[in-house]
């Protein structure tokens, strides 16, 4: 799901691409959406590229395409004006989306001492780069060796978007196994809840009174928050990987 300025934008970006074909400058999205300084639009073009709603045009200055637009969005994308659609329903995009706090949204499963296995609650999608809501399928589960698990303790497991855990050793793809914890040590690999709304997977550091969500991809840039603007809701203890 889009936050309210990167929706504004792709759908501003659209429109401008609809109409003659050349994309806004940032002074231009800026402008368009209020903000004080380009390095906003900065992230937010990040964040849809990632994401997969638009990309941008190699040895191309203010080249960028609409790839799709959110369901809500009425408006065909600039790929698709004047064409047929490639790939089939590519503008649709149709998530279900949770907000808010992990240990209320999605309970996990306890480990009994006996296990040797154990199956999970999988709870869709989670960025490993610009942080996105967490997307969540009541219906899927995956069975994960009790080795990998603490005993007595919750867990839920995650599909991982994105590339910003590379260094990591954690791919776009891969399931990551969560201990539900509110609290982690500096260094730990977590999922943090970012202002009660946007769930990633990140290292967290504690610098002084802020928290830093580092990735572990030297592309992405670290970013610092107050305290009282992320909460942890568990640590990563395991990782599964399908070749």
Excluded: W
Excluded at 11 to 31: H, Q, V
Excluded at 102 to 130: C, V, W
Excluded at 167 to 181: E, L, S, W
Aim: aromatic residues 4%; neutral net charge; proline residues 5%.
């Amino acid at each position: 799901m889009l936050t309210r300025k990167q929706h504004e934008l792709l759908i501003f970006i659209n429109a401008r691409l609809g109409a003659n074909g050349i994309a806004p400058s940032f002074d231009e999205m800026k402008d368009a959406l209020n903000l004080r300084s380009k390095s906003g639009i900065h992230r937010l073009i990040s964040g849809l590229e990632e994401r997969g709603f638009i990309r941008r045009l190699p040895h191309r200055a203010r080249a960028l395409e609409v790839l799709k637009l959110p369901e809500e969005s009425a408006a065909p994308t600039s790929r698709e004006n004047g064409g047929a659609k490639e790939n089939g329903e590519r503008g649709k995009f149709s998530p279900t989306v949770i907000r808010g706090d992990f240990s209320n949204a999605l309970p996990g499963s306890t480990i009994a001492a006996e296990s040797d296995a154990a199956e999970l609650p999988l709870y869709g999608r989670i960025a490993a780069g610009t942080p996105i809501e967490a997307l969540r399928d009541e219906t899927a589960r995956v069975a994960v060796p009790a080795a990998l698990l603490g005993r007595g303790t919750e867990h839920y497991a995650l599909e991982v978007a994105g590339d910003s855990m590379v260094d990591a050793g954690i791919f776009d793809g891969d399931t990551v196994i969560i201990q539900r914890c509110e609290v982690a040590e500096n260094g730990s690999i977590v999922v943090a809840l970012v202002d009660n709304q946007e769930a990633t997977l990140k290292r967290l550091r504690k610098r002084g009174d802020s928290i830093a969500l580092e990735p572990a991809n030297q592309d992405y840039e670290t970013r610092i928050f107050g305290p009282d603007r992320v909460k942890v809701q568990g640590r990563l203890v395991g990782l599964m990987r399908r070749y």
